[in-house]
């Protein structure tokens, strides 16, 4: 079970191939963050204890270079692994399932347009009497995909622009209306990983959960059949 927990000052735990990289990118910048403050407050520090020896030093070419210089180094171990990032999350990889989503207010449609039978439903937040679910977090429809499959999700909208985001597979697009937009990604372990709209989308933004059911190809094909 992949959701969002209390006092977790984490990312999710990754369950696709692209998070994974995204987490990956996030403690390589972090890491280079924490090497410029250490720095940054290691000179403050001297500054204030420093006994003026150079107060009348007007310029030094080769201190001017190294702090133009290294900068730019910094941002290009950056800039590097970002745009790679960028590339991949743009990528399409043959997907063997297209599903579309609809974002609705204040709920999702989901299509499978794959099989010879279209299957088509919608998916709404559970009632809040249900103890057996997650607060704010569990639907009454899940949507069923199998793992360790190429997977193309078409996103539109219907009424407003809304926001499909799963944290644990690192994905999020805007749902907007009268266009289709178009993401790919692969779940490497069968599990429920829940979402929510991202984007503000009206009075009740916060009643409209996504929850993926990650299950083996087997299990799917047999759901599909008996839908």
């Known amino acids: 079970m ?18 994974e990289q995204l987490i990956f990118f996030h403690d390589h910048t972090l890491m280079i963050l924490l090497m410029i403050t250490i720095l940054v407050s290691y000179i403050m520090t001297m500054l204030f204890f420093n006994s003026y020896t150079n107060r009348f030093l007007l310029e030094g070419q080769t201190i001017e270079i190294i702090w133009t210089i290294l ?7 950056i800039a590097l692994p ?62 069923i995909l199998p793992m360790n499959t190429q997977i193309r999700t078409l996103v539109t909208a219907a009424d407003v622009i809304h926001s499909w985001t799963i944290s644990a597979l690192g994905v999020k697009t805007d749902a907007t209306p009268g266009r289709l937009n178009q993401i790919n990604f692969m ?41």
């Open 187 to 227: 779940i490497n372990r069968p599990g429920l990983f829940y979402g929510q709209c991202s984007e503000i989308c009206g009075a009740n933004h916060s009643f409209m959960p996504i929850v993926i059911e990650s299950v083996n190809l087997k299990n799917f094909i047999n759901w599909i059949k008996n839908y």
């Open 71 to 77: 900068p730019a180094i910094t941002l290009i171990f």
């Open 2 to 19: 992949f959701m969002a927990t209390w006092s977790n000052l984490n990312l999710q735990n990754s369950s696709s191939p692209l998070m």
């Open 82 to 143: 970002s745009l790679r990032l960028l590339y991949l999350l743009d990528e399409s990889m043959n997907p063997l399932i297209t599903m579309k989503t609809i974002g609705h207010q204040w709920y999702w449609s989901y299509e499978y347009m794959d099989f010879k039978n279209i299957i088509e439903f919608d998916s709404y937040m559970s009632a809040l009497d249900n103890i057996s679910s997650f607060r704010l977090l569990d639907v009454d429809n899940r949507t």
